[in-house]
T-cell receptor, first 115, second 114 residues
Framework: GAVVSQHPSRVICKSGTSVKIECRSL??????MFWYRQFPKQSLMLMAT?????????EQGVEKDKFLINHASLTLSTLTVTSAHPEDSSFYIC???????????FGPGTRLTVL | GENVEQHPSTLSVQEGDSAVIKCTYS??????FPWYKQELGKRPQLIID?????GEKKDQRIAVTLNKTAKHFSLHITETQPEDSAVYFC?????????????FGTGTRLKVLA
């Protein structure tokens, strides 16, 4: 149980285009989902927290107009990187929690490369 | 806000030896401390966690200790094996539900030499 998937696993795009990443909880209802960014050989940096049906809470320094997060259902959250640039190239990982459980279940990550 | 420091950044041990990784947190309200193992290009996997009402927890070769007064917690891996080689992250969180965010440490790259 507690499986989280992400799609796509890898994406290459041109500078200036937008990319959407999906995060799904496959066997549980995710009341809260988190989005992280991880640069090579670095830690997971929390970008935003999203609760189903409400606006995401962004961490300091994360541009909410550039990283659009939607959590429209209890099993799906999306992260859209708008007008992507090479510096946005990174490993994006989502995680999800359900109800009162504290443990976060992580997705497999999406490697974004912006040319 | 919460800050989590992790040491060492890299650690090499001989197979069969023990490995210890230490983390320090700043927010005394933090009450949940998970440890994750991440292999290259893969998702983090929870290996052990501890809550603030417990001082120590053990699961086979892995143990975690928590000192609330000093605000630090440690991961202990005994009888290390080559497959233990990975990056390990500690994290701190407060609150009792899943709505509370994790703050991760900077990671420790563990190499177990055969």
């Amino acid at each position: 149980g507690a499986v989280v998937s992400q799609h796509p696993s890898r994406v290459i795009c041109k500078s200036g285009t937008s990319v959407k990443i999906e995060c799904r909880s496959l066997d549980f209802q995710a009341t809260t989902m988190f989005w992280y960014r991880q640069f090579p050989k670095q830690s997971l940096m929390l970008m935003a927290t999203s609760n189903e049906g409400s606006k995401a809470t962004y961490e300091q320094g994360v541009e909410k107009d550039k990283f659009l997060i939607n959590h429209a259902s209890l099993t799906l959250s999306t992260l859209t990187v708008t007008s992507a640039h090479p510096e946005d190239s990174s490993f994006y990982i989502c995680s999800a929690t359900s109800g009162r459980a504290t443990e976060q279940f992580f997705g497999p990550g999406t490697r974004l490369t912006v040319l | 806000g919460e800050n989590v420091e992790q040491h060492p950044s890299t650690l090499s041990v001989q197979e069969g030896d023990s490995a210890v990784i230490k983390c320090t947190y700043s927010d005394s309200a933090s009450n949940y401390f998970p440890w994750y193992k991440q292999e290259l290009g893969k998702r983090p996997q929870l290996i052990i966690d501890i809550r603030s009402n417990v001082g120590e927890k053990k699961d086979q070769r892995i143990a975690v200790t928590l000192n609330k007064t000093a605000k630090h917690f440690s991961l202990h891996i005994t009888e290390t094996q080559p497959e233990d080689s990975a990056v390990y992250f500690c994290a701190a969180s407060k609150g009792t539900s899943g709505t509370y965010k994790y703050i991760f440490g900077t990671g420790t790259r563990l190499k177990v030499l055969a």
